[in-house]
Each structure stands twice: as C-alpha cells, then as structure tokens.
C-alpha cells in the first residue's frame, strides 16, 4: 500500500538557518504530493503542494520540488523564523484512493530558537 | 475564503455522556471528512462523506456517530466514550472525491476533547 516516511525530529534550529525536512512516499500511479503545517493548538494548514513530476510546489518561502526518480518531496526554507516552530506533515493523495484519502508521515517536529 | 470551522473549541465529557461536534464550511464542497489526531501522531481518517452520503468508514466504533444534514455542515455524535476516545478531533472539506482526480483538502482548527 501506499506510504510516506519522514525524517523524525525534533529538529531544532537558530533563526535565519536553513531548514530542510525529508520525505520520500512510495506509491502506485500518480500521486498528488502536500505538505501540511500544525502549529501548536491548532489544526492542519495545506502550505504547499506539487500534482506532477518536477512540479515545484511554494509557500511563505517553504518550497518543495516533486521528484519521481528518488520518490522524494524534500521541504526547503531558506531562513527560518521563531514563527515556523510547528510540526510538519508530508502526505500523499494516489489518485487511485476511494474517498479521497490522504495517507500522512508521521510529522517532524521543528523548533526555532531566537 | 478556505476556512473550516469547528465547535466547540474544547470539551470534556463523562463516559456516559452524550455531546456532538459539529464542522461547517462554506466553500461549496461536496466532501467532508472526520479525523481523530493523538498526541504526536499523524491524523487518522474517521469517516468520509461525499455529498451528504457516508462513503467510508473506517471500521470505527458505533460509539461515534456521524451526520451529514446538508452539504455544509457535519457532525460527530459521541455516546458511551472512553477515556481512551480523547484526542483532538478534525473536521476537514474538499471540493469532492473522485477515483481519477485528486483534491486538496482544508482542515478546520479541531475539537479537543477530554473523556473523564
């Protein structure tokens, strides 16, 4: 079945360093790629997605490229905030899904520290 | 405007109480989902709703219940839950469901809830 595994965190960083978050997904067909930010206390937030191969999807600086060869959907910002502590969801939707499923990684916690 | 909304924001409940959250959107989806998040996990698909009809559940307890009266809003009815039911519950809409297509789906602010 489908799947997505993300780098487990926590991941802490200084402001203004550069975050990089893996994911790599495996998966039938074409999926459609996301990114999802929860910030503390609160619900999911689509940041950015990519539908295709070689599809850049970008958002508030975060950017994500689709790549199909190494099935990866890495999640790059280049200078953080103390703003963007917050957990961060890779997921996947197969076009093939019934209802539309999404099928998440397990998240990577993110903290920025002043 | 993408937003989902979600009361109530908190709740705490007896086992045997019987309380419901409700979820409504006004972006002229035909698709609305459940979700129940635990503590540092990913959100876990409760059920699926494609116009007003219950297309999937996944194998969830009768003790919650979900209600679809019109295309904007959603409910959870919950009844006899355990201490073990408490998580934070999601709501979520999308334009509509498709085998071929896929849909972005926007999530509400959720539904903490407590059972005591």
């Known amino acids: 079945g489908d799947s997505v595994t993300q780098m487990e965190g926590p991941v802490t960083l200084s402001e203004e360093a550069f975050l990089t978050i893996n994911c790599t997904y495996t998966a039938t067909g074409y999926p459609s790629l996301f990114w999802y930010v929860q910030y503390p206390g609160e619900g999911l937030q689509l940041l950015l997605k990519?539908?295709?191969?070689?599809d850049k999807g970008s958002n508030k600086g975060f950017e994500a490229t689709y790549r199909k060869e190494t099935t990866s959907f890495h999640l790059e910002k280049g200078s953080v905030q103390v703003s963007d502590s917050a957990v961060y969801f890779c997921?996947?939707?197969?076009?093939?899904?019934?209802?539309?499923?999404?099928?998440f990684g397990g998240g990577t916690r993110v903290l920025v520290k002043p | 405007d993408t937003e989902v909304t979600q009361t109530p924001k908190h709740l705490v409940m007896g086992m045997t109480n019987k309380k419901s959250l409700k979820c409504e959107q006004h972006?002229?989806?035909?698709?609305m989902y459940w979700y129940k998040q635990k503590a540092k996990k990913p959100p876990e698909l409760m059920f699926v709703?494609?116009?007003?009809?219950?297309?999937i559940n996944e194998s969830v307890p009768s003790r919650f219940s979900p209600e679809c009266p019109n295309s904007s809003l959603l409910n959870l009815h919950l009844h006899a839950l355990q201490p073990e039911d408490s998580a934070l519950y999601l709501c979520?809409?999308?334009?509509?469901?498709?085998?071929?297509?896929?849909?972005?789906?926007?999530f509400g602010p959720g539904t903490r809830l407590t059972v005591t």
């Open positions: 997921a996947l939707n197969n076009e093939g899904a019934a209802g539309n499923k999404l099928t």
């Open positions: 990519a539908t295709k191969a070689d």
């Open positions: 709703y494609s116009y007003e009809k219950l297309s």
């Open positions: 979520a809409s999308s334009q509509s469901i498709g085998l071929a297509v896929t849909y972005e789906q926007y």
């Open positions: 972006m002229g989806h035909r698709a």
